[in-house]
């Protein structure tokens, strides 16, 4: 078996020890230096440790204050890993969406300027609840805006399961030129923390992707809401060999 770096193995033993309740919930762990004498560690090794626990949701860390134990189990999360730039456009085949709403609406000035297109201009909403297939997890609140001509593609029997931009190819031929993708910080208005289950304006991640044609024409624009600490986008570049 692989062996794991002394840091995993560390937050490891550091878990199980918060899970048997050698440090309770509301409690905080002991000093830096206490740890690294007991478990006979750097303390870089300590800390990259404790960063592990905090995104497992374990701990909670703020400068200038000792470390805080908020939970007994890690928190679940769904995480979805890129082999090329390409597949930040899209998620998983193990997932799929719920559409609760479908719509065409024009665009007043607030969402024209939201969207990216001009006042008055058409375009099909779709909103909905996407979910993992095998734990029903909800993963996110997806609004999806696309020209109207688009709008029959929510009647395809795969609609669901695939990707709107990638129906949009395979039905109508419009292909994506570039794309553009933003990930930010914002509080969950009421309506979206309503159909998250979160808490009113509990912090989210949402990712706005705008896709292009060949003309440069804007076809196709989603922003997606993420619970906090519910999601985690993993890449990993690696830097090919010199000649």
Not at 133 to 145: G, K, L, M, V
Not at 159 to 166: G, L, N
Request: proline fraction near 4%.
């Amino acid at each position: 078996m692989e062996k794991l770096p002394l840091y995993k193995t560390l937050a490891n033993t550091l878990g199980q020890r918060i899970y048997d309740g050698d440090w309770s919930v509301g409690t905080n762990l002991p000093s830096e230096a206490s740890l690294c004498e007991s478990f006979n560690t750097s303390r870089h090794t300590l800390r990259h440790a404790l960063q592990t626990l905090e995104v497992d949701g374990l701990v909670l860390r703020r400068q200038g204050a000792a470390t805080q134990v908020i939970s007994r189990q890690k928190q679940r999360r769904f995480i979805q890993s890129f082999n090329s730039p390409i597949d930040i456009l899209s998620y998983p085949r193990n997932t799929y969406r719920v559409n609760l709403v479908e719509e065409f609406i024009e665009l007043d000035k607030p969402m024209s300027e939201l969207i990216g297109s001009s006042v008055g201009s058409s375009w099909y909403h779709i909103g909905g609840i996407r979910k993992q297939h095998d734990t029903e997890q909800t993963i996110a609140w997806t609004d999806i805006y696309i020209l109207p001509q688009f709008a029959s593609l929510t009647s395809d029997p795969e609609h669901t399961q695939v990707m709107v931009f990638e129906q949009i190819e395979k039905k109508y031929g419009t292909r994506i030129d570039r794309a553009e993708v933003d990930v930010s910080a914002v509080s969950a208005s009421p309506l979206i923390a309503k159909r998250l289950d979160l808490k009113p304006h509990a912090s989210c991640l949402v990712i706005t992707r705008r896709y292009f044609d060949a003309q440069d024409k804007l076809f196709e624009v989603t922003f997606t809401y993420h619970p906090e600490n519910k999601y985690v986008y993993s890449m990993e570049f690696k830097s090919s060999s010199s000649a």
